[in-house]
């Protein structure tokens, strides 16, 4: 289904990249004999109450096309490992994440979302998590503003799927819209899960407190743009251009955008995955923020072999910023090569 969607490429295999994984971690320990602890710069100070402007450039820009495109970082979440994949063997996990040389006790998941200029809309996917999910996040405004696009020009906004953490930025901190020009556009399926008078997530590994407050978000958000917001048939075209890709399994009404112009596309997927090492060298680990398991390793197993095959671009909203690379593929695994954050002249 994923390869009649996005197309059908030759695909690139990653071997060479693991070979000089392991030549290189075998020159360091052969040059120092000594082992380098990657610094935890992106946990979650417990003490912080408050963070003021953010430090460091938060916009990616490229161009797809004939379309103006641009990464914005909303923050960054962190995660205990245990939390984000609870069914797997810890200490499968963590040989992953030290191949890699991350921490292993933490995950910080980027919460990036992608601003597109076509030729008759500004367009926003996803909004990041405004004020639902703490300090570390809550930035997409102000930093799209840094990067000379006001809110109040977006006309468009897509949704991927309803999680705080896409659309909490919808509001701001006095509760009104923050993108007040815009219209929106969310799957069927998506509004008719949440907006239902009894949301249930039977399979989802999330606690029921948890499972509430996304629950009491998604509402209270959906309300907020109801008789602005457009609601799509998975696999619908939105507007010139952007078609909508089923993604289902993280949420039911997932999507992901499939943009093209000219010889250019990008896939910017929804919650599909959210680190290499974890959900793309092992693509059968359960996710505990799919409210379906079990369909989600089924979605993310199909697109990642759609997304390798056709060798396609992709933006992912919680790869580390900008979150745009590749996918390659190696039997059962797949790996991440990252489009490099580049210093750039002018506008
Ligand atoms: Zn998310």
Redesign the pocket.
Known sequence: MFNDLIGSKPSRRWGLMALITTLSLGLVLWLGGVTWQAPDAFAQDPEATEISTPANAAVYRFTLGDFKAMVINDGTLTFPVSFFVPNADPAAASAALENHFLATDNLS?Y?NALYLETDDHRVLVDTGAGNTFGPTVGYLVQNLEAAGISADSIDTILLT?A?A??IGGLLNDAGELAFKNAEYYISEPEWDFWQAPTVTMPNSLLDQETQATLVGVAKERLTAIADRTTRFALGAEIVPGITAVPSVG?TPGQVSYLITSGEDSLLAT??VF?SDPLNLEHPNWEVV?DTDPKQGIETRKQLLEAIADSRRLVMV??MPFPGLGHVGSQGEAYGWEPILWEFMYGN
């Open positions: 998941a919460v799927h999680h953490d896409h993280h929804g919650d959210f923020f909203p919680h």
